[in-house]
């Protein structure tokens, strides 16, 4: 009688082997698909492009090595893959709340959680064993940390606080260290001045989505905007502030000796566009208006690093 009981209780228990095992993410093309929303995988490039420019922007890169250049993406695309994957699994039941998250593999159960945590293991290890072998211990260490600050600090900790953005803003602007640091074969001034350009621009960035996405992230208990109230005049000005940050920052390549002055030009430009989408949201207040520091931001970041590529001075 109590198995009877606990069969109606929890019945998508019982048939979730059962979906997992005729899902037709069993063919090839779609298990692919699956694992491509697994990694997240345009974040996951997105994170290796700012370790990649970084690795270029070392003033001892003097040449384009392709081989190293395609190991550094490999193992920082396995690394992230590594830790948006642990996300996901840790994440199953509220992702399955949340419109936009719902149909993932895991939290739609076309994928278990066993198959997710191997999956995150072997790809977080094999990362690691990549950026130690051909590169150097320092960026494997950073990689390690990194993924353990976003999938076991950051992840559970956005149901408790929103300084979780400024917890996950950490292994976010890793990246920029783990490039310069395998380029370099250790950490200087350079590396933390494109690392301190990633950190403050997550800010204007990630509450402008959690802005646009507040009602899924409210039902699912996420605390992500400054204010426990959610989008309010305080949160928006938040943004204003953090964008601003970016304005003395864009100033240090140059004055470090990583860029020409031209570089200063792009940078100033592209860092007063942030603040006037931000300065934007604040006076609409409005979806609209976070969206376009959004997708403002999504331009932002390759904009800079690539301008600062370009004008790389070479020693």
């Not at 090595?65 to 199953?92: C, D, P, R, Y």
């Not at 699912?220 to 109230?229: D, E, M, T």
Request: glycine residues 6%; proline residues 4%.
């Amino acid at each position: 009688m109590n198995e009877f009981h606990v069969i109606k209780a929890n019945p998508y228990i019982l048939k979730q082997p059962d979906n997992v095992a005729n899902s037709s993410s069993f063919t090839i093309a779609s298990k692919l698909r699956d694992y491509m929303m697994l990694v997240k995988f345009s974040l996951s490039f997105m994170v290796v492009f700012s370790a990649v420019i970084s690795y270029l922007l070392v003033p001892g890169i003097v040449e384009i090595n392709a081989k190293m250049i395609l190991l550094l993406f490999i193992g920082g695309f396995l690394v992230t893959g590594s830790a948006n994957t642990i996300n996901q699994v840790t994440e199953k039941n509220t992702d399955a709340l949340m419109k936009r998250t719902a149909k993932r593999p895991i939290a739609s159960g076309r994928m278990s959680e066993r198959e997710g945590w191997v999956f995150a293991s072997v790809t977080g290890v094999v990362g690691i064993l990549i950026l130690w072998y051909f590169f150097n211990g320092i960026s494997a260490a950073l990689a390690a940390c990194s993924l353990f600050l976003y999938a076991f600090i950051y992840t559970p900790l956005k149901k408790v606080n929103s300084i979780s953005v400024l917890i996950g803003a950490i292994p976010g602007a890793l990246p920029c260290l783990i490039g310069w640091a395998a380029g370099n074969d250790g950490l200087s001034a350079g590396g933390w001045v494109l690392f301190a350009i990633q950190f403050f621009w997550q800010f204007p960035h990630f509450w402008a989505i959690a802005w646009i996405a507040h009602k899924d992230y409210t039902n699912a208990g996420f605390k992500l905007l400054p204010s426990v109230q959610g989008p309010t005049k305080y949160s928006a000005i938040q943004s204003v502030i953090y964008s601003l940050f970016l304005l003395p920052i864009g100033i240090l390549p140059y004055f470090f000796g990583m860029s020409e002055f031209p570089s200063v030009w792009i940078l100033l430009v592209a860092n007063l566009f942030m603040v006037y989408q931000c300065v934007r949201l604040y006076k609409e207040m409005e979806v609209k208006a976070a969206r376009r520091v959004m997708f403002s931001s999504y331009i932002y970041l390759p904009v800079v690093l690539l301008a600062l590529l370009a004008f790389k001075v070479h020693n």
